[in-house]
């Protein structure tokens, strides 16, 4: 009994320097930041989770700039945003594509900052998707689909720094995928192009956290806006089977959870229970600065991995089962 008590206590003192350690290295949020009289920008902001996220934030009294490429979506887009809460803020629109240009990104900024103020929150959210099996998917869709997803939020990005390290202040959001976390059947030129979202924001926080600025990544399941029924009409059934088990999340939902991590400073925000997985497996090198999530990731790597190698077989016999259908059809 004395050794067991001495077993005990030993573990027990190992986990409390583990969790002390913890602490002593979990980095430290950003100072606080409010909506109330805030700038916030959208690239992306005329459908969608850009939308819900413009509607949330001038709801609780930010003036909000939304940025698309289709100027009449952005006119209805406007008038919903301003409907939710009528005699609120300024709501102004830029009709533009993000991509082509940092000059014309930078100059358009300018222009919505001299009349609300400068940017204290941008959300990188504008981008497109493409589903189809590397080996049919042309080159340009690579192209491009880099060129929307990840050049366009350089852009933006590019714009509003210096002014936020100026002011010692400043939030800014990427809204990526979980198919940004883990490679999806079908998702080659889109997968890569929100991984690299990660890249980008992990060393932004690194560079901009002496400057009082916050990053978040976001890494969304799949979620009911018009872009997705859009793109399921034509995605590849593996795609499809292996996306639809993490669920199917409402717009406005996701939009609320992303704003309340940006406001908090959280550096990751993840959705539902299978986003809460992989985003702490995923953390690998990624800044931590809840203490709370530190302990889950440390603690819990090990069933998490166990639980991914399921989830990694069951996409594996997908994929098997669609390809046998497909050969069975084809003889």
Not at 120 to 138: P, R, V, Y
Not at 150 to 169: D, E, N
Not at 252 to 262: G, L, R
Request: glycine fraction near 8%; charged fraction near 20%.
């Amino acid at each position: 009994m004395e050794a067991v008590f001495w077993c005990l206590t030993a573990i027990g003192i190992l986990l409390l320097l583990i969790i002390v350690v913890l602490i002593a290295v979990t980095g430290s949020y950003p100072g606080s930041i409010k909506l109330n009289s805030s700038h916030v920008l959208i690239s992306g902001g005329s459908s969608g989770i850009g939308l819900e996220i413009a509607k949330y934030c001038y709801q609780r009294g930010s003036n909000i700039t939304i940025m698309a490429r289709n100027k009449k979506k952005l006119g209805a887009a406007q008038l919903q945003i301003e409907n939710s809460l009528p005699n609120g803020g300024l709501v102004q629109i830029v009709a533009l594509d993000i991509s082509d240009s940092a000059e014309e990104v930078n100059n358009e900024i300018e222009k919505v900052e001299a009349r609300s103020g400068p940017v204290d929150i941008l959300i990188n959210c504008a981008g497109i998707s493409h589903a189809e099996a590397f080996q049919t998917t042309a080159v340009d869709k690579f192209s491009n689909l880099m060129k929307v997803n990840y050049l366009g939020s350089v852009h933006c990005c590019k714009a509003v720094v210096p002014g936020m390290v100026q002011r010692r202040k400043g939030r800014i959001a990427f809204v990526s995928s979980q198919a940004g976390q883990v490679g999806v059947f079908g998702f080659s030129a889109y997968s890569a192009s929100k991984f690299a979202l990660r890249g980008l924001a992990e060393t932004l926080q690194l560079e901009l956290r002496p400057h009082n600025i916050g990053i978040t990544i976001s890494f969304p399941p799949d979620t009911d806006t018009e872009a997705f029924h859009i793109e399921n009409e034509n995605k590849p059934e593996e795609t499809r089977l292996i996306s639809e088990t993490a669920g199917l999340f409402s717009a406005e939902y996701v939009a609320k959870s992303i704003v309340k991590d940006v406001l908090k400073g959280n550096f990751m925000n993840t959705i539902g229970m299978d986003g809460f997985i992989l985003g702490h497996l995923s953390a690998g090198m990624a800044p931590c600065n809840s203490i709370l999530h530190a302990i889950f990731q440390v603690y819990l790597m090990g069933i998490f991995r166990i639980i991914s190698l399921c989830y990694l077989k069951s996409f594996d016999c997908i994929v098997a089962k669609c390809a046998a259908r497909k050969s069975d059809k084809s003889e």
